[in-house]
């Protein structure tokens, strides 16, 4: 309160109700813009929202790429296997092994 603030004795300073209205922080916010701070909190918020859809259509982005490269995987591993397995038959049917004497 007043009783630790030293006391000023010249100007504006002498007034004690102003000096209290200085310190009171109540008092300090008359003045403020309500309305411009209530609109920056909005554009926060907005602002948020907005990255956290975007982080959001990312993370289905990167989804839906890893499932497409896990499927191209798995149809070049069975291409693969049939390839193997089709060339594994023709040397059973139409190789013969020669037997070296």
């Known amino acids: 309160g007043l009783a630790e603030m ?12 102003r000096l209290e209205r200085i310190l009171d ?15 920056q909190v909005e554009e926060k918020r907005r602002r948020q929202e907005e990255e956290k859809a975007h982080e959001q259509q990312y993370a289905e982005a990167l989804a839906s790429h890893v499932a497409t490269m896990t499927m ?10 049939e390839w193997d397995r089709s060339v ?3 040397r059973s049917t139409n190789q013969v092994m020669s037997h070296a004497s």
């Open 6 to 17: 030293p006391r000023f004795t010249s100007g504006n300073n002498a007034d004690p109700q």
């Open 25 to 39: 922080a109540k008092q300090r916010l008359i003045g403020v813009d309500v309305d411009a701070l209530n609109a």
């Open 72 to 81: 191209g995987q798995l149809d070049a591993a069975a291409l693969r296997k």
């Open 88 to 90: 594994q038959d023709f």
